[in-house]
């Protein structure tokens, strides 16, 4: 799998995981909002910089990039 697409699904997953912790208990723990809102800002700042520091744990774990 490619550098963007693990990006991808990894980014969606989260969300995923964060969105039903939400709609489960109305008493969420404050540590999953600002995780939340962690991953949306990181977000907008990787459009703006091109840089996300989960790229850079994949290209340590051996991620190849897209060859495209």
């Known amino acids: 799998m490619s550098m ?3 990006l991808r699904l990894t980014s969606g997953v989260m969300l995923l995981i964060v969105f039903f912790l939400g709609i489960a208990d109305a008493n969420v723990h404050w540590f999953w909002k600002t995780f ?3 991953m949306a800002l990181n977000q907008i700042q990787s459009a703006f ?3 996300c520091p989960v790229v ?3 290209r ?3 991620v190849k990039e897209c060859p495209c």
């Open 60 to 62: 340590k774990l051996g």
């Open 49 to 51: 910089t091109n840089w």
């Open 36 to 38: 939340l809102i962690f």
């Open 56 to 58: 850079s744990l994949y």
């Open 4 to 6: 963007d697409r693990l």
